[in-house]
T-cell receptor, first 113, second 110 residues
Framework: GQQLNQSPQSMFIQEGEDVSMNCTSS?????WLWYKQDPGEGPVLLIA???AGELTSNGRLTAQFGITRKDSFLNISASIPSDVGIYFC?????????????WGLGTSLAVNP | DGGITQSPKYLFRKEGQNVTLSCEQN?????MYWYRQDPGQGLRLIYY???????QKGDIAEGYSVSREKKESFPLTVTSAQKNPTAFYLC?????????FGPGTRLTVL
């Protein structure tokens, strides 16, 4: 199945640093979703984006829907130890009857206290 | 509390046995999904259902079966035909464009 290009694959940072990750696609999407998964748990939705150019914040998290509709970015400011986990992007296209989410492979974040 | 429940959290089975994973939601969502997650592979779609009594194959449906007799329930059966069933299985339901996940079931086949 189709997958998104998510980068970086992993990050190891110091507490207090800012983090940036992104997802790109060869296809246009109408919705971008960002999830966080803790070890052994299901992913939790962080931010949903519905409009090209949209910039949305959720606490220390900020995500943007790229104006080309082929990419999205997630930034975490002033990281803390509980930010550790895997971050996934997912995109949804309205093309045809295929309305499955397309997923990135995840960015694994480690934070050194 | 509204949410998605999956049971059990951990499941062990002998090779060659069928096993059914439970997924229940009380969010009144029409659509439900099953994903498989392996290390480094992200989430891969097994089956999905947009409405009761209807379901569609995802990207890796071989060796799995599902049913959707009730809106609240979407059980997944891992059959003996699945060559490598050991994995973390996630169930989700959808509200508009957003999917919400259960806590997952880790299946280990010995």
């Amino acid at each position: 199945g189709q997958q998104l290009n998510q980068s970086p694959q992993s990050m190891f940072i110091q507490e207090g640093e800012d983090v940036s990750m992104n997802c790109t696609s060869s296809s246009i999407f109408n919705t971008w979703l960002w999830y966080k998964q803790d070890p052994g748990e299901g992913p939790v939705l962080l931010i949903a984006l519905y409009k090209a150019g949209e910039l949305t914040s959720n606490g220390r998290l900020t995500a943007q829907f790229g104006i080309t509709r082929k990419d999205s970015f997630l930034n975490i400011s002033a990281s803390i130890p509980s930010d550790v986990g895997i971050y996934f992007c997912a995109g949804l296209s309205n093309a045809g009857n295929n309305r499955k989410l397309i997923w990135g492979l995840g960015t694994s974040l480690a934070v050194n206290p | 509390d509204g949410g998605i429940t999956q049971s059990p959290k951990y499941l062990f089975r002998k090779e060659g046995q069928n096993v059914t994973l439970s997924c229940e939601q009380n969010l009144n969502h029409d659509a439900m999904y099953w994903y498989r997650q392996d290390p480094g592979q992200g989430l891969r779609l097994i089956y999905y259902s947009q409405i009761v009594n209807d379901f569609q194959k995802g990207d890796i449906a071989e060796g799995y079966s599902v049913s959707r007799e009730k809106k609240e329930s979407f059980p997944l059966t891992v059959t003996s035909a699945q060559k490598n069933p050991t994995a973390f299985y996630l169930c989700a339901s959808k509200d508009h464009h957003e999917q919400f996940f259960g806590p997952g079931t880790r299946l280990t086949v010995l």
